[in-house]
């Protein structure tokens, strides 16, 4: 739930060592995207010091799945100077490319063929019908990146599903990844002497070169078993997480029947999150992700594993209803940065927002907190430092293409979410603080707002019917004068099944967690981590 905070901290941490996805388990990270030209036939990566990851019960290793040299493994890690190009949410920031052709460059030689580039994302075309072979589905400038052969509609017929990616060759037969195109996931029935027939296609479900962080690629190998294939990735650096995602068809449909991720330092696992539609319920594990609790951690399992130490929390929740894998994808937090047209067709704003015109970010420009097949949902935040300072959640409709802005803040908000109808946010609960500091050996009295809890609201979609329906407070009451700083104090949630799962999150204290009713009914405390 924190893993939006801690993944840019750690990467921040980490670059000067050495050197994230909804996520997290269950949250979203900010990688550190990396893009690269490569000569290898598939650039997938997984050298031995990039393998020892964070491994949960199921999650495979990469070093399980493929291998790689030593010198096509620093390729694909992508550091700044080694050929890569640093590509950031909203900008991009090239580095040295070496002889290597830059994306602009490859613009201005379109003798060399393949899809067109401009940095902008790209559709992927749309594939044929109907082939004689696996490889009658490859549009021009495409390559088979990967394919599983199995018999999903059990009609005694060889199917397949395979994986496509955009790449454009030079006149050395040097590739180039064109990162603008989304990894297209298909699958292809077999139909006897008549070849085969496309099942389906998907732009979201698979996650592209530069969307693993400084590990690099986080592709790996899909697997397939029965009517089920399950997709794989592995990322992030010193941080690590991995996800697995099996999908089963079903009467026609493609379902996506469980999920498996993982998130932690090394091979130590902080979040562990498994979810099996089939029975309805979801698994959770959690561990201290802060230093001291994890130090500690670290001398225990010196004797016993980390099997010894276990986890500080570990609960179920109820799952809401199955998802088909288009459902699934376009749910995919990664799933905006596929999206080619943000029009804004109308503009509405909800009664009680007053100032609308300091809203300025429109939904292409700005950083998704919460996406599904109908909405985004971000924050935009205006006027710092001046009587106009205020925060806004906005609404965009990716069907009817209205952008809402639905609520004005003064304080920050934070993890917007719809769910059954309703949408969820929180904020802070700000209060002036009086401090004792003390400066160049003088005692100083100073007041200021501070945040000294947080809310978890909700309202109707069109911003109106606003409660809180749950209020944490570091303090009760506030002291006259406070003699050491407030801790940073958020709320990170769940929604699933009718239930609200908050985590809330106090810096340098142990973060407790509520379990309650999506009105906030039925409140209890389930524990907390650190024990």
């Keep these: 739930m924190k893993r939006n905070t801690i993944f840019l901290s750690a990467i921040a941490g980490t670059l000067l060592l050495t050197a994230c996805g909804g996520g997290s388990v269950g949250r979203q990270a900010d990688n550190a995207i990396v893009a690269d030209t490569d000569e290898t036939e598939n650039g997938m990566a997984g050298t031995e010091e990039n393998t020892a990851a964070a491994e949960p019960e199921n999650c495979a290793l990469p070093d399980e799945r493929t291998e790689q040299t030593e010198e096509n493994a620093v390729q694909e890690a992508g550091f700044p100077g080694e050929g890569a190009e640093q590509v950031d949410r909203g ?4 580095a040295t490319q070496g002889d290597q052709d830059t994306d602009a460059e490859l613009e201005e030689k379109p003798e060399q063929g393949g899809p067109e580039t401009d940095g902008s994302p790209k559709e992927a075309p749309r594939l044929p019908e109907t082939g004689g072979q696996l490889m009658d589905f490859v549009p021009d400038g495409w390559e088979l990146f990967d394919s599983v052969e199995l018999d999903f509609n059990e009609d005694g017929i ?9 790449v454009m060759e030079d006149e050395e037969g040097g590739q180039t990844y064109l990162l603008q195109y989304p990894r297209v996931l298909f699958a292809i029935v077999g139909e006897g002497k008549a070849g085969y027939r496309l099942d389906f296609q998907d732009m979201n479900v ?16 899909l697997t397939a078993e029965g009517t089920s294939f399950t997709t794989h990735t592995y990322g992030g650096s010193a941080w690590r997480w991995c996800e697995d995602y099996t999908y089963s068809y079903r009467e026609g449909t493609w379902w996506l029947t469980s999920s498996e991720e993982a998130y932690g330092y090394g091979d130590y696992i902080t979040d562990y999150e498994k979810n099996d539609w089939e029975s309805g319920v ?4 959690e561990r201290s992700d802060d230093w001291g609790p994890m130090e500690e951690n670290f001398a225990l399992s010196e004797n016993g594993g980390w099997e010894s130490v276990g986890y500080d929390l570990e609960y179920e929740v109820p799952l809401d209803a199955q998802m088909t894998l288009e459902q699934a994808g376009k749910r995919w937090w990664l799933a905006p940065d596929r999206v080619t047209d943000w029009e804004v067709k109308e503009k509405i ?5 007053t100032d609308p015109e300091d809203m300025t970010e429109l939904p292409g420009e700005a ?7 109908n909405r985004v949902l971000y924050i935009c935040h205006s006027g710092a430092g001046t009587d106009r300072d205020f925060y806004y959640l906005v609404m965009y409709d990716l069907q009817d293409q209205i952008l809402s802005v639905l609520a004005q803040e003064v304080s920050e908000i934070q993890y917007p979410r719809f769910y059954d109808g309703k949408i969820y946010y929180t904020t802070e609960i700000v209060e002036d603080v009086t401090y004792r500091t003390e400066e160049d050996g003088k005692e100083q009295i100073t007041k200021e707002a501070d945040a000294v809890g947080v809310r978890l609201n909700r309202m109707e979609p069109d911003g109106t019917g606003k ?3 749950f209020a944490y407070r570091c303090l009760e009451t ?15 949630y769940e929604l699933n099944g009718g239930e609200i799962v908050a985590e809330v999150y106090v810096g340098g204290e142990p973060h407790p967690f509520y379990r309650m009713k999506t009105d906030g009914s039925g409140r209890e405390r389930i524990g907390q981590v650190p024990k």
């Design 91 to 94: 900008q991009e920031e090239n």
């Design 158 to 166: 060889s199917d397949y599903v395979g994986v496509l990616q955009a």
């Design 206 to 221: 698979i996650r592209k070169r530069d969307e693993g962080g400084v590990y690099g690629d986080p592709y790996q190998p």
């Design 282 to 285: 979801g698994i959770r594990k």
């Design 349 to 353: 704003i909800a009664e009680d927002v």
């Design 367 to 373: 950083y998704i907190y919460y996406n599904d097949e």
């Design 467 to 469: 409660e809180v329906i």
């Design 478 to 492: 506030v002291p006259g004068i406070m003699e050491s700083r407030l801790p940073y104090v958020s709320m990170p």
